[in-house]
């Protein structure tokens, strides 16, 4: 099934981490299972950035309905993914995965007609994000250098109630 446009989420704590997930698109959306996030060190350069971006982007997949309700009930794969947030959590010195998702911030990118979307967003709660009203639209020919710095300013206008 090929999906209606290509979406990933881009989830940072300022300073540590930057981690890539990829997600499956359909009627809802969910993050892939097939997919292993990308995990990459806040540093890294604008272009590695971009190239990772990108490349998450192609993997995007459609999703159908059932598939869709068959992944939100798998509780094998909640805790895969449980076990991946608490890896994280220590890897960076956090005493707990909520501590450290007070501090994550999120930023959805979409490509779709040849556009990247950017879209900053608020978390109002551990788990949960909505966009800020604003959406940042790129030609998808925009250099790897500037796409990582459209990124990276995106960034900075994400907020979260817990800072």
């Given at each position: 099934m090929q999906p209606r446009y290509q979406s990933i989420e881009v989830f940072f704590i300022k300073e540590k981490y930057i981690t890539i997930?990829?997600?499956?698109?359909?009627?809802?959306?969910?993050?892939?299972p097939l997919v292993a996030g990308v995990h990459l060190d806040y540093d890294v350069s604008n272009v590695v950035l971009a190239k990772q971006v990108r490349e998450s982007l192609q993997k995007t997949r459609g999703l159908s309905l059932p598939e869709f309700q068959r992944l939100r009930e798998n509780k094998e794969l909640q805790e895969i993914f449980y076990r991946e947030e608490t890896n994280l959590a220590q890897q960076y010195g956090y005493k707990s995965i909520n501590t450290m998702k007070k501090k994550i911030f999120n930023v959805g990118i979409t490509c779709q007609n040849s556009e990247i979307e950017l879209t900053p967003t608020h978390q109002d709660c551990l788990d949960g994000y909505h966009d800020i009203g604003e959406v940042f639209t790129y030609?998808?020919?925009?250099?790897?250098?500037?796409?990582?710095?459209?990124?990276?300013?995106?960034?900075?206008?994400c907020t979260s109630k817990y800072n």
């Open positions: 997930y990829v997600y499956a698109v359909g009627m809802f959306s969910i993050r892939d030609p998808e020919s925009i250099s790897d250098e500037e796409l990582g710095q459209k990124i990276r300013d995106a960034f900075e206008l």
